[in-house]
C-alpha cells in the first residue's frame, strides 16, 4: 500500500484551482489563433481577438480569465494501492477549493441549497466523480465549470431505433437553440450509451479532451467531424453574433448501452474551458 | 469605433445601429438576478429606487473579488435572457442601456424601441480584459449581496458591440442569418 496524506491532496487541488482559473490551455488558445484566421466576420474576427488578448492578460496578473470561476468539477482516478492518510479524502478536496478559492481571489458562486439559495461562502462543496483505476497513482483533474454554458447543456433518452442521423439533429439543434448564451466559440461534449446518469456523465468527461484529438474510434472520429461542420454551418458565430466558427470542437465519448436504450447527452462549454491535471 | 459616455440621451440612442463598436466611458452600475429582483419589488410596490437610473446603463455582472490594491477582479458580462423579466420596468424609468451577453426576449426588444434604448454585448468570458476599463468600483446599494451587490463603475473604453437598438433590429438574428449555410 502506498501512503497519500489528505494534506498533499489539499495542496494540489488548491494549486490546480487557481491554475485552472488563470492559464487557458494551450491547446484552446491555438485553436482560437486558427479560428481568428478563418472567421469571416469582422465582428467575431474582433471578438476572438478580445478573447485571446484577455487569455494574456489573465496569465499575466493571476486574474481569472471569466469573472464565473465555476463549479469546481473534481474527477479522481484513484489506484487502488493507495491508502489515504491523515484525514477524509472528499473533505481534503473541499478544503482545497475553499483555500484555492479564497487566496486566489475567485468568486464563491455555489448556493448551499437549491431553492433556498444562500451563498456558501467559499464556493464548496466540489462536484467529485472517483474511478477506481488499476496501480498506486492519484491522478486528479480540477475543472471549474461555468453556469452560462452549463444551463444549455441537455439529456435525451433517445430510443435506438432513432439511429445516428437523429443523433446528429439533437446535438446539432442543442447548440442552435444555445445561440449566444453559451459564449461561443464553445466545445460541445456529446456523451451516447450508459444509463441516464452515466450518459450525462460522459458528456462531461468527454470536455476534458484536448482540442483537436479526435475519438480513437474512427467511426466516431467521423461522427465528430460531421458534427462539427453541421454546428459550424450553423452561423452563430463568436458571442452568438453571426460567425463561421461556433465551435472548437466537438468530443464524442461512448459507453455500452441496454438493449431498449439510446441515451444521449449534450454537455456545452465556453472557451473559457478550464481543466487543470496533476498527479500525485 | 463610437465614444459614448454616460449619461446618454435620446440623440445618442438614435445614432446606434445594430453591429456598431462602441467605446463607453463615464459611470454605470452592475446589477445580477438578485439585484434586479429587488428592484422590481420596489418598483412594483411604487417605491424609490436605490439608484438613479435615469440616462444610465446597467451592465449585468458579477466580479470576482479584487487583489489587495485593486480596483476589481475579472468583471465579464453575464448570461441576459435571465434578467429579461425585469429589464422592460427599469426601462420604463428611464434606463437608457443595458449590458450583457446572449440574446433578449420580444418584450426586451420591443421595449427598447419604446422607450427608445440599446442593449450592448461585452465579449463573455474576457473578464481580465474588461477588468483593464474599470478605473473606480464601489457597492452602492445590497452589499449583502456580495458579488451581485450594486456596484457603480467608472469605465474608459469599455469595447461593447450594439446587439438591439432602438428601431427593433437584432444582430443575433441578422448576423446568424447572413453566416447560416
Ligand atoms: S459561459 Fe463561460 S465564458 Fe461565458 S461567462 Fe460563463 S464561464 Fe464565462
Partial sequence: MRKIDTQKITEVVKRLCMEANYYLGDDIVKALKKAQRIEESPIGKEIIKQILENSQIARKEKLPICQDTGFVVVFLELGQKINITGGELYEAINEGVRQGYRSGFLRNSIVKDPLKRENTGDNTPAVIHTEIVAGDKLKITVAPKGCGSENMSEIKMMSPSDGICRVVDFVVDRVNRSGGNPCPPIIVGVGIGGTFEKCAQLAKQALLRTVGIRNPDSFYADLEKRLLEKINNLGIGPMGLGGRVTALDVFVETYPCHIAGLPVAVNIQCHAARHKEAVI | ?181
Fill in chain 2, 1 to 181: 469605433m463610437i465614444k459614448l459616455t454616460t449619461p446618454v440621451t435620446n440623440n445618442d440612442i438614435e445614432k446606434l445601429k445594430i453591429g456598431d463598436n462602441v467605446l463607453l466611458s463615464g459611470l454605470i452600475y452592475t446589477s445580477r438576478d438578485a439585484a434586479h429582483k429587488r428592484l422590481k419589488g420596489l418598483l412594483d410596490k411604487g417605491e424609490e429606487l436605490p439608484i438613479d437610473i435615469r440616462g444610465q446603463m446597467i451592465y449585468y455582472v458579477g466580479p470576482t473579488p479584487a487583489r489587495p490594491g485593486k480596483i476589481i477582479g475579472s468583471a465579464g458580462p453575464t448570461t441576459s435572457y435571465r434578467i429579461d423579466p425585469y429589464a422592460p420596468p427599469l426601462l420604463a424609468k428611464g434606463l437608457k442601456g443595458m449590458i450583457g451577453k446572449g440574446p433578449r426576449g420580444e418584450e426586451v426588444i420591443e421595449a427598447l424601441k419604446r422607450y427608445k434604448a440599446v442593449y450592448f454585448v461585452a465579449v463573455g468570458g474576457a473578464g481580465a480584459l474588461i477588468a483593464k476599463c474599470i478605473k473606480k468600483a464601489s457597492i452602492v446599494a445590497y452589499p449583502d449581496l456580495g458579488p451581485e451587490a450594486i456596484r457603480c463603475l467608472e469605465v474608459k473604453n469599455l469595447p461593447l458591440i450594439v446587439a438591439n437598438d432602438c428601431y427593433g433590429q437584432d444582430l443575433f438574428k441578422e448576423g446568424v442569418k447572413r453566416y447560416r449555410k
